[in-house]
């Protein structure tokens, strides 16, 4: 997965709470991204990154905030989860290049 | 209208066959053109990336892309069990300001039948 993990990799929480997800790089790439995918959307753009501190939102980024202090990590806080918000979030990652390498994904569920 | 339009299937095929998997686009700035494999429950792998309007071909796996008529296909040669998985095509906008942004589309879910 070209260097890029993901944490946690599942989890449930309930209606209200906090969750921050996270994605590290190894590559050293400028840009990174946060997509949700779910059935009959295909993968949506929520937030991405194009430098440290440098971020922006996407199609579909109500209810979610992030943060890069740092080249590798990439949080994804969701600050007051949703039963909506029940999705696959995947993060990727690109140089100057076209090409966008995804990490394995994260599975939450809110109840 | 959709961006961008992709024939969700399923799509079943034998073992051997030539599978055609194909996408049609609306936004005339788009100039580059991905295809990416997922299989259940992992990320999207990229498998071809083109710009221009004709084929690249890689392995058993060409890219065709027709900007004139904004469509793209990718099509499997010899097709294989292994190659089952939903296959997504993806699209983006030339050189500067926020064009590195992919545009998807919902991705094809493709089964090879021993």
């Known amino acids: 997965d070209a260097g890029i993990t993901q944490s946690p990799r599942h989890k449930v929480t309930e209606t209200g709470t906090p969750v921050t997800l996270r994605c590290h790089q190894t590559e050293n790439h400028r840009y990174m991204y946060w997509y949700r995918q779910d059935p009959g959307h295909g993968l949506r753009l929520i937030h991405y990154?194009?430098?440290?501190?440098?971020?922006d939102k996407g199609e579909v980024s109500d209810g979610y905030s992030v943060s890069r202090s740092k080249t590798e990590d990439f949080l994804l806080t969701l600050e007051s989860a949703t039963s909506s918000q029940t999705s696959v979030y995947f993060c990727a990652i690109s140089e100057f290049s076209n090409e966008q390498f995804f990490g394995p994904g994260t599975r939450l569920t809110v109840l | 209208q959709k961006e961008v339009e992709q024939d969700p299937g399923p799509l079943s095929v034998p073992e051997g066959a030539i599978v055609s998997l194909n996408c049609t686009y609306s936004n005339s700035a788009f100039q580059y053109f991905m295809w990416y494999r997922q299989y259940s429950r992992k990320g999207p792998e990229l498998l071809m990336y083109?710009?221009?309007?004709g084929n690249k071909e890689d392995g058993r796996f060409t890219a065709q892309v027709d900007k004139s008529s904004k469509y793209i296909s990718l099509f499997i040669r010899d097709s294989q069990p292994s190659d089952s998985a939903t296959y997504l095509c993806?699209?983006?906008?030339?050189?500067?300001?926020?064009?590195?942004?992919?545009?998807f589309g919902k991705g094809t879910l493709l089964t090879v039948n021993p």
């Open positions: 993806a699209m983006r906008g030339g050189s500067g300001g926020s064009n590195y942004k992919l545009t």
């Open positions: 083109t710009y221009s309007s």
């Open positions: 990154s194009y430098g440290v501190k440098d971020t």
